[in-house]
C-alpha cells in the first residue's frame, strides 16, 4: 500500500523514540495491537537507525519510516534501512530530492509561504507542520489552506488525545502526529500493554462515530411532506425542505423517494470519513463507491453495502 494513503488512512502517525534497540519491535507490535500500523522512529538516539532497521525486518505489517532526518546521509542510511518515509523537521532540497527520485514517500517540516512553495516544485502535497502549537495550530493551517488548497498537513506538537478530534476533523490535516499513544518512558519501562489501550482510545477518538439522524423512505415528494407535517402536529417538530428529501427536525430525514435501504437509512457521523472506510473493511463492512459525496478531492459522505435490520447506513464527515 501507499505509505501517504496508509498514513491517511490510520490517522496517526506516532513519534516514537528508541534507547534501546531491543524495545524496537515490541513497540511497533503494540501500537499495531491497538490499531495503529504506523511508526515514525526518530534519529534522535543512537539506537534509532538500528531500531528503524529491526521493525522493518520483523514487522511486515508496520508501516515504519525515519523522523528528525537532517541531512542527506542520515536520509540514505534510514532508506537503506528499510524506512518506508522520510520524516524532517524542516525543508531540506537535497532530502526531499534524493526521497523523490528514490519513490519514498518524504514530509518535511513546512510552516510558511515560502517553505510550502518551495516544497511544491517537487509535486509534495503532504507535509509536515511542526510545532503546531508553536506556529499558530489549527488556525494556521486553514490560513494557509487558502492559497495552497492542494496541501495536507501532519500537525506535530501540542497534539493530544484531548484535542485530536478536532485537529483530524479539518479538511487539510491529512493525519496528525503525536509521541503520547507511545511514549518514551512506557517503551524503556515495558508498559507496552499501556501503549496499546492509548492507541485504542486514540482510534475511539479519531473516529468519533455518532448518530446523526434516520432517514425515512416515503414514495414522493407529497408523501413526504405529509409525513413531516405529521411530526410537526404531534411533536411541533419544524419542516425543513430541501431538494431530495425533507427534514422533520434535524434528526428525522423524510425522503421524497425510496431510496438505499428497504426501511430507509441511519446517518451515523465520523470525525474521519477516509479512517472510518478503512477501519471498517478491516471488520468487513464495505462501502458502495457509486454512492460517495467529493467536495474537492476529499470524501464527504458515502452508504455502506451491508444494511442494518432494513436501513441502509450512511456515513458523514463530520
Known sequence: MDALKKIRETGIVPVVVIDDVKN?????????????GVMEITFRTAAGPDAIGAVAKNCPDVLVGAGTVVNLE??????????????????????????????IPVTPGCVTPTEIMAASEFDLNVLKYFTANIYGGLAAMKALSGPFGQIRFIPTG???AQNLAEFIAAPFVHAVGGSWICDKADIAAGNFEKITRLC????????????????????????????CGEFADAFDFETKEGASSNFAS????????????????????????????AALARKGYRVDPDTA???????????????????????LQR
Open 24 to 36: 524496537a519491535v515490541p513497540a511497533a507490535r503494540a501500537l499495531a495491537a491497538g490499531g495503529v
Open 74 to 103: 542520515q536520509c540514505k542510511r534510514a532508506i537503506g534501512l528499510g524506512a518506508q518515509f522520510i520524516v524532517s523537521p524542516g525543508f531540506d532540497r537535497e532530502i526531499v530530492k534524493y526521497c523523490v527520485e528514490q519513490g
Open 158 to 160: 501540542g497534539v493530544s
Open 200 to 227: 485504542q482510545e486514540a482510534r475511539r477518538i479519531l473516529l468519533g462515530f455518532e448518530m446523526v439522524h434516520v432517514g425515512i423512505n416515503c414514495a414522493g415528494p407529497e408523501e413526504s411532506l405529509q409525513v
Open 250 to 277: 434535524g434528526a428525522i430525514e423524510v425522503m421524497k423517494s425510496n431510496y438505499l435501504g428497504d426501511r430507509g437509512h441511519l446517518a451515523v457521523r465520523t470525525n474521519s470519513l477516509d479512517c472510518a472506510v
Open 293 to 315: 459525496k467529493f467536495k474537492g478531492d476529499k470524501m464527504t459522505a458515502v452508504y455502506l453495502e451491508k444494511e442494518f435490520g432494513g436501513f441502509a447506513v450512511h456515513l
